[in-house]
Nanobody
Framework: QVQIVESGGDLVQPGESLRLSCAVSGLTFSRYLIGWFRQAPGKEREAVSCITEWNSPAYYLDSIKERFTISRDNAQNSAYLQMDSLQPEDTAVYSC????????????WGQGTQVTVSS
């Protein structure tokens, strides 16, 4: 049974940083690319970033390109999203999945972790 659990979401002020984690079990993690997605209230889900099986970033949403960094540790079956200089428009539920890119709906998905950026 595949389980994907995100953690690290929090309420922060603009300009602060967070590091999200995505712990995966029930599959051979090193064989899957991993994507981070987010969905803000009243908006469509959007792809934030993806990383290949070989630890190479494959996609960054334009609006976060200079502020977020994706990584993974295959030995820990985990992926991460370092988010710096957070802005109120980054407020969303962030999820990770074994899929990548805009419009992706396949793969295994986690339940998400809430990130709120507010002063």
């Amino acid at each position: 049974q595949v389980q994907i659990v995100e953690s690290g979401g929090d309420l922060v002020q603009p300009g602060e940083s967070l590091r999200l984690s995505c712990a995966v079990s029930g599959l051979t993690f090193s064989r899957y690319l991993i994507g981070w997605f987010r969905q803000a209230p009243g908006k469509e889900r959007e792809a934030v970033s993806c990383i290949t099986e070989w630890n190479s970033p494959a996609y960054y949403l334009d609006s976060i390109k200079e502020r977020f960094t994706i990584s993974r540790d295959n030995a820990q079956n985990s992926a991460y999203l370092q988010m710096d200089s957070l802005q109120p428009e980054d407020t969303a539920v962030y999820s990770c999945a074994t899929t990548c890119g805009p419009g992706a709906t396949d793969g295994h998905w986690g339940q998400g972790t809430q990130v709120t950026v507010s002063s």
